[in-house]
């Protein structure tokens, strides 16, 4: 007699589940589309090194979960953010953890990018056909390391101020247009109250919009284009390159020239 | 139009005035190759569909509405975007480098600064900004350079390589002096510097500002000063590449104001022709 029960039950929980997907996925289509992303094919013979990319992923969800947090509580001025952070760090319950995981997943975000960037480079997966998703990389890796500059100024402790005033300046050696650039920076001909605005803008909003845009992009080419396979895979990687069209031209887009006439 | 927003609201409606010219301009030109001669506003009948079919000659006087459509659309939108963007981007870049001058400050009473001893002043350069716009600069009385006319050495603490604070190498006196101006709280303090060193990478300067060793491009900043009521009054800073000889009677060009680690002087100037201090107001 139990085992029927459960089974109803199981079917009444399946039901419950259920309905509400069937309602999305006849509206949106998500549910096809989330399973089309998780349920991609990859070669057989990927390995843990493959995983050092979606690594990379998480660490940035952390950095990016823990900053909306600690902003809840840090106040960007010169009177109080040090004060802040010391009130983030001591005080607040759990705040000494979440600003840890936010000021060590800094260094683990850029280190797992390098380790993925090897990974890639020793692959040969950087080759025809996913160049782009190799210069989308870079972009990523230099606005990460952006945003950690922007960010070590935000404790506005000595080593944070001075080092902010070295990196400025470093900018501001930089031919002709450096010197604009450290006095944008600094927002003004000094350093003061609004460099740490301007840094936390950057930190907050500027940079991380870009990454986050920039990451999408990276994922969908790695969605279109399909994992590599390792170098000492059965299963050759990649795909042909367009052999050339009647025309002479060797390219995907417009082909043929269009209504006959010859440009 | 912007340059109107600092200067006046007439020049705003100039600006408004040109901007829009030359939008319509702008949207004509974008337009110009597909309305080609001038279009009746209404073909009598719907223009034909010679896309695939027609011979080179036979293009059409009229061009199609969808085609104008289309281009209107990203022409307009293109202006919008223009309308909204440039206030934006111009609030996003030019306020750090209008009004970035500061009134001369005040340092006090003459007395405060003996002839011949060098004093550590440390003072708001900016006092709406508060503690953190607190400045420090070495100043020595030179005595007079002819009789009524003083002079002062007020030599910047910010390092020229890249910008940490240069101190006194020397003996420094215990006793501060912490005095009141208009322009917030300063204090003075007696040092006696063989040199200025800074901790950041190493570099060093004599007392007159000239580079001994380290990484520094040139000697250090310098403040023009001034005195009215019996009062010193620290005014802008400039740049040094040397001094020559020393205290009143030391030789100095005065270069504009430049970033730490930026030259002045030599070919390596030529990186740098023009600095924001020249162009801010």
Redo the contacts between chains.
Sequence with gaps: MAIPSRKKKQGKILTLVMIPLDWLEERSGIVGGVKYFLFRKVPRDTSWWHTLGSATLTAFLVQATTGVVLAMYYKPH??TAYESIERITNDITLGWLVRGMHKWGASVFIILMFLHMGRVFLFGAYKYPRELNWIVGVLILVLGMLEGFAGYLLPWDQTAY?AS??G???N??A??L???L???L?????I???TLTIFYAMHMLLIPGALIGLILLHLYLVVRLGVSSPPWSDVAAGRPRPTVTSNGRAGLVNPAPR?G?AK | MLVGLIVSWPAVAVGALISLVFGFLWVRDVTGDVRGEPAAASPPEPPPEP??L?E?EDEPAAYPRSKFLELSTLGLGGVITGIVALPILGFA?L???IN?E?DPVDLGPLDNFPEGTWMETTYL??PR?????R?TAYIRNNGDLEPGVPSFTLISNRCVH???PVSASGPRSDQSKTIETKVGELKLTEVTPAAFSCP?HGGAYDTEGNRTAGPPVHALDRYVFSIKDERLYLGLPYSVAFVKGEGAQAKIKRYPH?????HVDGFEAW???I???QV?S
Aim: some cysteine; aromatic content about 12%; overall charge negative.
């Design positions: 010169p009177d001075w005033v070295v400025i300046n470093l501001g050696t031919p002709f450096g010197p604009f450290a006095w944008f600094q927002g003004g001909a000094e003061g109250s609004n209504s006439k | 896309v695939l027609a080179p870049v306020p750090p480098f970035q500061l350069s900016n900004e508060g503690e953190v716009s400045r890249l910008g940490c950041c430049s970033g730490p680690g930026q990186l740098y022709p600095v924001p201090s801010s």
